[in-house]
């Protein structure tokens, strides 16, 4: 059959690109248009072989009644019409399938262009967690073997070394468990949500904070007016509102403002922070929330770069949104908004 030798057709050439590609994603495009196409192919063939037998069927009838019509002409229009109705099945039949392997291979395009992109951030982060991991352990090691190799090493010196060791494990050891709550907050999951009074925790937050911000001679202005309850997980939620708090001191300049204000905007709990500091540039504040990313302004401090991608996931696990909006040299506004609870 015409079909069955299309689709042999069709699956050698796949096999023979298989062979010569490497590129994963054209080779699953290859493999979705082979599906549709084999299932086009079954249903046109199917169909094909139903009404081929019932136009013959019927002519056959038709043939058989009229008296004027012997068995030899009959047989000849029968053999006729069985050739046109074949090539007339066959054409149209190659055009459709044709025509199914160009759209499907087209489609699988948009098809499979999240989860192309969702594994080259997958390899991406798993690049740069290698690269984090590599460097506290790095320096341990080599500070570990510098000092085991010094034969003039003394008690006070080897204390030193156990504290500064202590230390790269602490960082360790948060970078860990930061990685650790991206892919918890990879995941939807069950909070430990209870009805939260947001401003009251607002407050709390802002007072621990003060003291942080006094000693850089940094203004907090608290403008949280407004009561409202939220279901949420509280421990959560506060390690969001003490990251932005402390990014916002960190890179405010002595002498500047930060001011956290709120309102209710379709019954959703909306807090914006916003500061004076050196603000984010245009070409980096769309990639403020990917896991490791530092821009230049911050390489300098701690961290390694999740906090905004973990207050991002925490967020939006809480059904809510959070949007940076900032300019260089005159400050960022982080705007957080929450479902209010009933």
Known sequence: MIMEKLYKQFVESVIKWKTDLKDEFLLARLRLTL?????AMVILGGSSIVLYNTILSNLAQSISENPFINKDLAVAILDKAQDILLNRFITIDAFIIFFVIILGFLLTEQTL??????MEKQ????????HELRTPIAVVISGLEVNLNNKKLDLIGAKKTLEDTLDEMREFSKLSNSLLDISKYDRSICLECEPIVINELLKKIIEKNNNLAHVKDINIESKIELTANVLGDKTELSRVFFNIL???????SPNGVITISDKIVSNKYVVTVSDTGIGIGEGVLDKIFDPFFRGDASRNTLGAGLGLTLSKKIIENHK????IKSEVNKGTNVIISLPISS
């Open 113 to 118: 262009k999240p989860i192309k992109s969702n």
């Open 123 to 130: 390899k991406r982060f798993i690049a740069d967690a290698s």
């Open 320 to 323: 809510g949104t959070i949007v």
């Open 246 to 252: 402390d990014n916002a001191i960190k890179y405010t």
């Open 35 to 39: 599906y549709y196409s084999l299932t």
